[in-house]
């Protein structure tokens, strides 16, 4: 069915469109695709350096969360949509690459994450500040959070390669 | 040595052909790339950023790079560690690319800029790193630095799209094009 869908999306105005172009329109997306990653990459990784207290000592944790949670989110808009035309552009590479699903299930982690932490510091700043960046678990959650998203670049680079993954790959064998 | 000859012993060099010999290792050295160069660029984007009086404003410019800067060199050094294990895997291609030699010469200004700057603004940062934005020179380092490291990242990806390299290895007995078909309009390496 996703091999249906993602041949029926090549042949779309659009698909062909950045088809047509895509000496440079696929490489170009591929470039600001790349540098939202490192604008969420690193707003991550403050926020998550302030919760461990590696960095931002004299930041509260809503302050650093203040100065980087709206770039990680229109970081990720920007991703949404470079990513979406780039499935457009290339829907069989992508959709029928095992690296892509699995990078879209840990965007949607890292992303409730990042939505969780957001809602409930602003709900509940105090037990946040005082107690929570204090816990192991919430310590533990930041690196493993860090983790997903540095897994989510590698495998993105990765739907380029999807026959590392051998016979789990969805790519249709000759 | 002739840099031919060079650019020949890198290739043949059991590093080379180790990388080459496995179907995995490009790619994850690849990834690894990716994840040191987009670290490098964040980190460098929160500091210009703050040169510029744009972000982090309220905050001393010395404790931003006392945060930042360490994971910007570790960040660069591991960019380095894995562009170095790329090159030498099709040395003769790349060293010929135009996008690739393009993307060296702005690497080695990005460096002389950060160079400039420490020789400028860098030497009177305790007059003004509490300002909401650096004197003049570092403003314009800022700048620069951005241009540099956006148009570093551009002419990266286009490598991968101007170097025919079969990115695994050529098995004679394997034709990667069994293995998954690319789509249309796309040849050569793995983009």
């Known amino acids: ?174 | 040595m002739d840099i031919t000859g060079f650019l020949a012993s890198l290739e043949s060099s059991s590093l080379a052909t180790g990388i080459r010999d496995s179907l995995y290792v490009f790619p994850l050295i690849e990834s690894l790339h990716v994840v040191g160069l987009t670290m490098v660029f964040g980190t460098m984007l929160i500091v210009d950023l703050r040169l510029l009086g744009i972000a982090s404003i309220r905050r001393p410019f010395t404790s931003i790079t006392s945060d930042i800067m360490k994971w910007t060199w570790a960040s660069f050094i591991w960019t380095a560690a894995t562009g170095v294990l790329m090159f030498v895997t099709n040395a003769n291609v790349y060293y010929h690319n135009f996008f690739f030699r393009t993307k060296i010469v702005l690497l080695a200004l990005a460096g002389i800029n950060v160079l400039i700057f420490e020789l400028t603004s860098g030497r009177t940062v305790h007059r003004w790193h509490k300002d909401a934005a650096a004197p003049l020179a570092g403003r314009t380092a800022a700048i620069l630095s951005l241009l540099l490291w956006i148009t570093i990242i551009v002419m990266g990806r286009w490598i991968g799209f101007t170097t025919s390299q079969s990115k695994a290895p050529l098995d004679r007995d394997i034709n990667l094009d069994d293995l998954f078909t690319p789509p249309a309009n796309e040849s050569g390496s793995p983009k």
């Open chain 1, 1 to 174: 069915m996703i091999r249906q869908f993602a041949e029926w999306l090549s042949q779309t105005s659009l698909s062909i469109l950045i088809q047509t172009h895509n000496a440079w329109v696929i490489p170009t997306i591929q470039s600001i695709h790349i540098i939202a990653i490192g604008v969420v990459l690193t707003s991550v990784l403050m926020i998550d350096l302030r919760i461990l207290g590696w960095a931002g000592h004299d930041q509260t944790l809503r302050e650093t969360t203040d100065r980087f949670g709206p770039w990680l989110s229109w970081a990720l808009l920007v991703l949404l949509v470079t990513g979406i035309s780039m499935v457009i552009g290339e829907p069989v590479r992508a959709l029928l690459s095992l690296s892509f699903w699995l990078k879209m299930f840990l965007v949607a982690v890292g992303t409730l994450i990042a939505a969780i932490l957001q809602i409930t510091l602003k709900s509940n700043e105090q037990h946040w500040e005082q107690t929570l960046v204090n816990r192991r678990s919430v310590r533990s959650l930041a690196i493993l959070t860090l983790l997903i998203w540095v897994g989510i670049v590698i495998l993105g680079r990765l739907i380029a390669y999807d026959y590392v993954w051998g016979s789990w790959s969805l790519k249709p064998t000759a």
